[in-house]
């Protein structure tokens, strides 16, 4: 695992909702803006969506009106609230800070949204 560990993907039905968790460590989290990717089979890893240390966030066209990004610096956890999945929306999904650091990629978490 990095030191951003993402939790949460699963299988879904299209038109159903998921949140996603990324949590760090308070050395990292603080200050950062960080941000969901995602890749799906034979794509390359894009943006999702951001928030900076502040809570302004920034989403891909994609995804605006569905997705919500959130952090709670309490608990060093960023959340994406997903709602009405789209089959396009399955990939795996990572968290980095933005720009993102080649050495925090994580496993990721599985988003499979079945039709």
């Known amino acids: 695992q990095g030191p951003l560990v993402e939790s949460g993907g699963g299988l879904v039905q299209a038109g159903g909702s998921l949140e996603l968790a990324c949590t760090t460590s308070?050395?990292?989290?603080?200050?950062?803006?960080i941000a969901w990717y995602r890749q799906a089979p034979g794509n390359q890893r894009k943006l999702v969506a951001r928030i900076d240390h502040v809570g302004r966030s920034t989403y891909a066209d994609s995804v605006k009106g569905r997705f919500t990004i959130s952090r709670d610096n309490a608990k060093k956890t960023v959340y994406l609230q997903m709602n009405r999945l789209e089959l396009a929306d399955t990939a795996v999904y990572y968290c980095n800070l933005h720009p993102y650091i080649r050495h925090y990629w994580g496993q990721g978490t599985q988003v499979t949204v079945s039709g």
């Open positions: 308070e050395r990292i989290f603080r200050g950062a803006t």
